[in-house]
């Protein structure tokens, strides 16, 4: 009889011992999902909202509003212009370049000696150590300037004109300089995909200019910005800071904001995985004649559970703490009820 009686001690306190490692194990996995999922909400709210991805980022009624990461090929509807000069391409941006044949003044030392040759940028020969015979014209009289495409989208969201400003990657481009405007071709000669003021391109005059275009059209973009009625615009974070971005290539958000938390993965599958450990634990921990109590098991490891989760959304989401709380209550209650009315 004390053999037993020993012997059901024994098993007791193993399913006990069993119970309350089960309890463990699904408090553990649903504090580190939630500490997760707590994370990547405060880094949404730093951020100003919440952060569409993926097959999820497409215009429509439920991006509107929000921030979203758009990646794909460039879509230009428009070409990039340089009404001046007749020159387009179909590319996000088109660059004119600007250079002027000038005079240089070389130092070394104390030695000073002059050359010639293309300046993107006015050189003041006033400044010349010996400036008589070496004078520069001054300022340009064609500027260089940038022309982007008033109609350029990635993955259906057309880009506000600032972000398609922010787009970079310059690569060489030789437009077509046949058809001239009247007014320019009596001024410049095509030559070599540029256009030169001088007679003679193997010997070009001070003052001479010389333009060329290079283009904008990277393979892929990712956008980072704020989704207003199917157009991305500038986005702000709460305190007014800008966190638009425009990258080359395709990124994934941790690419583009490399400090933003992430979710944690299957969090909804962990949560459910978490409460079945928690219950099997609970009826573990009950007496043998209470163990069949599905109901009163699962009321008591849900108290556990919904207060350990409330704690860490106090201070994120107090709508969700306070309902994880009223769960947490009406557990209480369940398991009282159930202890109440006893087994059977």
Same mark, same amino acid.
């Given at each position: 009889?004390?053999?037993?009686?020993?012997?059901?001690?024994?098993?007791?306190?193993?399913?006990?011992?069993?119970?309350?490692?089960?309890?463990?194990?699904?408090?553990?996995?649903?504090?580190?999902?939630?500490?997760?999922?707590?994370?990547?909400?405060?880094?949404?709210?730093?951020?100003?909202?919440?952060?569409?991805?993926?097959?999820?980022?497409?215009?429509?009624?439920?991006?509107?509003?929000?921030?979203?990461?758009?990646?794909?090929?460039?879509?230009?509807?428009?070409?990039?212009?340089?009404?001046?000069?007749?020159?387009?391409?179909?590319?996000?941006?088109?660059?004119?370049?600007?250079?002027?044949?000038?005079?240089?003044?070389?130092?070394?030392?104390?030695?000073?000696?002059?050359?010639?040759?293309?300046?993107?940028?006015?050189?003041?020969?006033?400044?010349?150590?010996?400036?008589?015979?070496?004078?520069?014209?001054?300022?340009?009289?064609?500027?260089?300037?940038?022309?982007?495409?008033?109609?350029?989208?990635?993955?259906?969201?057309?880009?506000?004109?600032?972000?398609?400003?922010?787009?970079?990657?310059?690569?060489?481009?030789?437009?077509?300089?046949?058809?001239?405007?009247?007014?320019?071709?009596?001024?410049?000669?095509?030559?070599?995909?540029?256009?030169?003021?001088?007679?003679?391109?193997?010997?070009?005059?001070?003052?001479?200019?010389?333009?060329?275009?290079?283009?904008?059209?990277?393979?892929?973009?990712?956008?980072?910005?704020?989704?207003?009625?199917?157009?991305?615009?500038?986005?702000?974070?709460?305190?007014?800071?800008?966190?638009?971005?425009?990258?080359?290539?395709?990124?994934?958000?941790?690419?583009?904001?490399?400090?933003?938390?992430?979710?944690? /993965?299957?969090?909804? #599958?962990?949560?459910?995985? $978490? =409460?079945?450990? @928690?219950?099997? +634990?609970? !009826?573990?921990?009950?007496? *043998?004649?209470?163990?069949?109590?599905?109901?009163?098991?699962?009321?008591?490891?849900?108290?556990?559970?919904?207060?350990?989760?409330?704690?860490?959304?106090?201070?994120? /989401?107090?709508?969700? #703490?306070?309902?994880?709380? $009223? =769960?947490?209550? @009406?557990?209480? +209650?369940? !398991?009282?009820?159930?202890? *109440?009315?006893?087994?059977?």
């Amino acid at each position: 009889m004390n053999r037993l009686t020993g012997l059901l001690d024994n098993a007791s306190r193993n399913a006990a011992l069993l119970g309350a490692v089960l309890m463990l194990l699904g408090l553990l996995l649903l504090g580190f999902t939630e500490h997760a999922d707590r994370l990547r909400v405060l880094g949404e709210d730093a951020l100003g909202g919440f952060v569409l991805t993926g097959s999820a980022a497409m215009p429509g009624p439920a991006a509107n509003g929000k921030l979203v990461l758009a990646a794909g090929a460039p879509e230009v509807k428009t070409p990039a212009r340089d009404v001046q000069f007749g020159v387009a391409v179909d590319a996000p941006a088109l660059v004119r370049k600007v250079e002027m044949f000038q005079w240089n003044e070389i130092r070394y030392g104390g030695q000073r000696s002059y050359e010639q040759n293309w300046f993107d940028h006015p050189i003041d020969s006033t400044a010349f150590n010996n400036p008589a015979g070496h004078a520069n014209p001054g300022a340009f009289p064609i500027n260089a300037a940038r022309f982007d495409s008033p109609d350029v989208a990635v993955a259906g969201f057309k880009l506000a004109p600032a972000l398609t400003d922010m787009i970079e990657g310059i690569e060489p481009f030789e437009p077509d300089l046949s058809k001239l405007p009247p007014n320019m071709a009596v001024t410049f000669q095509p030559h070599d995909g540029t256009l030169l003021t001088s007679a003679n391109s193997a010997r070009p005059q001070i003052g001479d200019l010389r333009i060329s275009w290079m283009r904008i059209a990277p393979e892929d973009l990712t956008v980072f910005a704020r989704d207003q009625d199917g157009t991305l615009v500038p986005a702000q974070n709460p305190g007014g800071d800008a966190i638009a971005q425009v990258l080359i290539g395709r990124h994934s958000l941790t690419d583009v904001l490399t400090d933003a938390p992430q979710p944690p /993965r299957y969090k909804w #599958a962990r949560r459910a995985l $978490a =409460v079945l450990l @928690a219950w099997a +634990g609970a !009826a573990w921990l009950l007496p *043998r004649v209470r163990r069949r109590d599905r109901v009163l098991s699962l009321a008591i490891a849900v108290v556990p559970l919904a207060i350990l989760a409330a704690a860490y959304w106090f201070d994120a /989401r107090v709508f969700a #703490a306070a309902i994880l709380v $009223a =769960v947490a209550v @009406a557990g209480i +209650g369940v !398991a009282v009820w159930r202890w *109440r009315v006893g087994p059977g």
